[in-house]
């Protein structure tokens, strides 16, 4: 793949959960190492394990909701060089206001690494290593805390064995002065509690966040696509017979129209091909045709700044896509065309006279708007391929 992040709305970018999961390992390992002794700081715990998930979501989706949707994702999208903002797909996520929220997603799958990780980790220590869980406070003394751990504990209250106990918060109290403890063996009976903590608060509700973000998106974009590929179904009147496989030809255009001179035609030559498409057409200056057919004109070939590309594909009106005949069709124009509905003319011009299209390169156009639907190749009956 040639963008580092894959842009569909459900996929999810490796490259940010394997960021969250070195994230979690790491943290993890170093609170669970702890000093020398082994002894491990519980209220350390506490913050990798509940603060940090649940302000994590807060800030996630407060920020996505009524800010700019300030996430790693955002974060690392935001480095140069990592993904085009101009890019067809980004758009398309802008377009159906995804954008954020896709972000928000793959942040949160990035935050269940980061659990995940955290949690094998803690296990992991647990199995090879003695960890002593002990606690600290200058100003705080077990009856201020207990009360607090008991609220942290209260989504699990069936779990007795996993629930902080008094007698066991107050043995495990630590001071820089002391030698010893009451009974070393209680310091490791917290592992519970910890577990316990991890499985609600850094992995559940994560996991709530993410499994709705994903069902979301996933109802909004196929809701949105399918109502727009509705309303965007054209139907031309006068249509040239093709070869199978090949789109068919329609020779008039139906009004009103967004012009999109991707292959930069002369404006000269494009009211030349559509006059003699109308009747009294002789009678109307240029400027007169092209009003009469254009509601707006737009630009969105490679030149375009990114601005320009955003408002051209988030264009709901029908277009009328210029292009060269003689240069085959790109990828980036069909990525382009992806996200829109009209007729796509492609032409051929010398100097400041038009020319005839060659059968070749027409055949070719035609077989790119087969794959296509909501498109229709416009071609005037004069510059036609000569038998």
Not at 9 to 24: D, T, Y
Not at 90 to 100: A, E, F, G, I
């Amino acid at each position: 793949m040639n963008n580092t992040f894959d842009l569909h709305p459900l996929k999810l970018s490796w490259l940010i959960v394997s960021i969250g999961a070195s994230l979690g390992f790491i943290l993890s390992w170093g609170s669970l190492t702890g000093d020398a002794q082994g002894r491990v700081n519980l209220f350390h715990l506490l913050v990798v394990y509940m603060l940090i998930p649940i302000l994590s979501i807060i800030v996630s989706l407060g920020s996505a909701l009524f800010g700019k949707g300030l996430n790693l994702a955002g974060l690392l999208y935001a480095i140069p060089g990592l993904q085009r903002k101009s890019s067809p797909q980004w758009v398309k996520l802008r377009q159906y206001h995804l954008d954020k929220f896709w972000l928000l997603m793959q942040s949160q799958a990035a935050a269940l690494a980061f659990s995940i990780a955290s949690l094998l980790t803690f296990v992991f220590l647990l199995l090879v290593t003695d960890i002593n869980f002990i606690w600290r406070s200058t100003l705080l003394d077990a009856t201020d805390i207990f009360p607090f751990l008991q609220w942290i504990a209260k989504p699990w209250y069936f779990w007795q064995q996993a629930q902080p106990d008094f007698t066991l918060l107050t043995q495990t109290q630590d001071s820089r002065l002391l030698e010893t403890h009451n009974v070393a063996s209680n310091l490791g009976l917290w592992w519970k509690f910890i577990l316990a903590t991890q499985l609600f608060y850094s992995l559940f509700l994560r996991s709530i966040v993410f499994v709705s973000l994903r069902v979301w998106i996933h109802l909004t974009y196929e809701n949105d696509f399918e109502i727009k590929l509705q309303k965007r179904q054209i139907k031309p009147d006068i249509r040239e017979p093709a070869s199978p496989n090949q789109s068919i030809i329609t020779h008039q255009l139906i009004p009103p129209l967004v012009l999109n001179n991707w292959g930069q035609v002369p404006r000269k030559l494009i009211s030349q091909n559509l006059r003699s498409t109308q009747a009294d057409a002789e009678n109307l200056s240029d400027e007169d045709l092209m009003t009469r057919y254009f509601i707006d004109e737009m630009i969105s070939d490679p030149t375009a700044t990114e601005a320009q590309q955003y408002n051209t594909i988030s264009c709901t009106q029908k277009q009328l896509v210029l292009t060269r005949a003689w240069e085959p069709p790109l990828g980036e124009l069909e990525d382009f065309l992806k996200l829109g509905c009209g007729y796509l003319c492609p032409m051929d011009w010398q100097g400041e006279q038009l020319q005839s299209l060659k059968q070749s390169d027409l055949e070719e156009w035609q077989r790119l708007l087969e794959q296509l639907p909501n498109w229709t190749l416009f071609v005037n009956k004069e510059y036609l391929p000569h038998e």
